[in-house]
């Protein structure tokens, strides 16, 4: 490509593809270095203190760390500080050291693992669950399991990176963003032609923090003799009068097939996990490969047993988390900000185009608010947005920083599309 940067702009960079995997990585890092030297390098930030509500960053090409408050962590409840949760990982680590040694079937499977897997399925009223070491594992290994070439998956065009990739060797039928009459329009049409249909959808959307019509889609979904997926990794922990998520908003405990989901946000620690009946777990747990032939979780997962716990002992941090995403929520809406219909700690703020998206970014963490720009391929090429994720431990005097530094931005760059209106 070799465009000096100074000349080059994001148009040059759109359809990276070289010839062979040296020539498109060389390209690729031409458009790293052009993100560079605009200053919009708002990438694999180094954070040198803990996940928290604020944190110590080492910004590009800076010798000294940054303060900034931190909108970017799905530790939402702040459970990875929790002191509870500590004590439970150090216990796990003292007894049975930091590694688990084999995969499940052949030596790896040990009785944290089978305590979680209970655990996991009892939180949400079923008998059996499958740990995988994360939730994209979980989401891509269990629907790559179950789905072949004479099935169909049915998806929500906003699922998840890992639904897309579990579905590569199967059909795939896309609808638009919850809407119920493109979904019962690709049911009707895939009607006695396959032999599975799988709908599966997000319980709260990772973008767009919105939820999903469940009740709706169960509804359609049974109607047409489908199965039903949900993936609930932002749900957990924050939605639903006891957090389990979206499952319990709408009371659908027997009307999905199989949920899914992950212990890296509101559970502070990592890897995912699949519960449904006990044919569909034992059947993944004897033929699916990333569970089979991969190293199961350390002991450090005995502090995911605690935060199960706390769930229903503490629930004080959701209702803090609650307040919190009221306030910061609207506070933006009042400065004119379009925060979408967001019902979760995800809130975007929408601005539109890339470079835009990027700017905002990189004038916020100026600023001292460290937040996601999010772009294509993430969520359509228009519809960039700075991604603010809220915390139980946002102390209103840093929600107020945020909210500043976000007015602020917007006296320069117009995200609200307030200042052209007027
Ligand atoms: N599903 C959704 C909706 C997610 O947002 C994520 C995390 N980005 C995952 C699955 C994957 O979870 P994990 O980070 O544990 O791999």
């Known amino acids: 490509m070799n465009i000096p940067y100074e000349n080059a702009s994001f148009k040059d960079f759109e359809n990276i593809e070289g010839q062979n995997i040296y020539t498109t990585a060389s390209q690729f890092k031409d458009y790293l270095d052009f993100l560079k030297v605009n200053g919009h390098l708002n990438y694999r930030i180094e954070s040198l203190s803990p996940c928290g509500p604020e944190m110590e960053l080492l910004l590009p090409g800076d010798d000294a760390p940054t303060r900034c408050v931190c909108l970017v962590s799905n530790d939402y409840l702040g459970f990875s500080q929790h002191p509870k949760i500590k004590a439970a990982v150090i216990d796990g680590v003292q007894r049975f050291g930091t590694g688990s040694g084999a995969s499940p079937a052949i030596g790896g499977h040990f009785v944290y693992h089978q305590q979680l897997e209970e655990k996991i399925a009892g939180f949400y009223k079923k008998k059996?669950?499958?740990?995988?070491?994360?939730?994209?594992?979980?989401?891509?290994?269990?629907?790559?399991?179950?789905?072949?070439?004479?099935?169909?998956?049915?998806?929500?065009?906003?699922?998840?990176?890992?639904?897309?990739?579990?579905?590569?060797?199967?059909?795939?039928?896309?609808?638009?963003?919850?809407?119920?009459?493109?979904?019962?329009?690709?049911?009707?049409?895939?009607?006695?032609?396959?032999?599975?249909?799988?709908?599966?959808?997000?319980?709260?959307?990772?973008?767009?923090?919105?939820?999903?019509?469940?009740?709706?889609?169960?509804?359609?979904?049974?109607?047409?003799?489908?199965?039903?997926?949900?993936?609930?990794?932002?749900?957990?922990?924050?939605?639903?009068?006891?957090?389990?998520?979206?499952?319990?908003?709408?009371?659908?405990?027997?009307?999905?097939?199989?949920?899914?989901?992950?212990?890296?946000?509101?559970?502070g620690n990592i890897g995912g996990y699949v519960i449904a009946g006990n044919e569909i777990i034992t059947y993944l747990k004897f033929q699916s490969k990333q569970h089979l032939f991969s190293t199961t979780a350390t002991p450090a997962v005995m502090g995911i047993l605690k935060a199960i716990d706390l769930i229903d002992e503490e629930p004080q941090w959701r209702a803090k988390l609650w307040e919190n995403i009221d306030y910061i929520k609207q506070g933006l809406i009042s400065l004119g900000f379009d925060v979408g219909t967001t019902a979760s700690a995800v809130i975007p703020v929408k601005v539109g185009d890339i470079p835009k998206t990027l700017e905002a970014g990189r004038l916020l963490l100026k600023l001292g608010v460290y937040t996601n720009p999010i772009m294509y391929p993430a969520v359509s090429k228009k519809n960039s947005r700075i991604r603010l994720n809220v915390m139980a431990g946002h102390t209103v005097a840093q929600l107020d920083r945020v909210l500043a530094a976000f007015k602020q931005v917007d006296e320069q760059l117009d995200i609200s599309g307030n200042h052209l209106k007027s």
């Open 128 to 267: 059996d669950a499958i740990l995988y070491t994360t939730g994209y594992t979980a989401n891509s290994a269990t629907l790559q399991c179950l789905l072949h070439k004479e099935d169909l998956a049915i998806l929500d065009m906003s699922v998840h990176a890992s639904v897309y990739e579990g579905c590569l060797k199967t059909n795939v039928k896309t609808f638009l963003h919850n809407n119920m009459e493109m979904l019962e329009q690709v049911l009707k049409n895939a009607q006695d032609k396959y032999r599975t249909k799988m709908v599966v959808i997000d319980g709260v959307y990772s973008q767009d923090g919105d939820i999903a019509c469940l009740e709706k889609i169960a509804e359609l979904t049974h109607k047409y003799g489908a199965y039903l997926v949900v993936d609930d990794a932002h749900g957990i922990g924050v939605v639903g009068d006891t957090g389990r998520g979206v499952i319990e908003m709408f009371n659908a405990f027997d009307q999905v097939d199989i949920i899914t989901g992950t212990f890296s946000k509101a559970l």
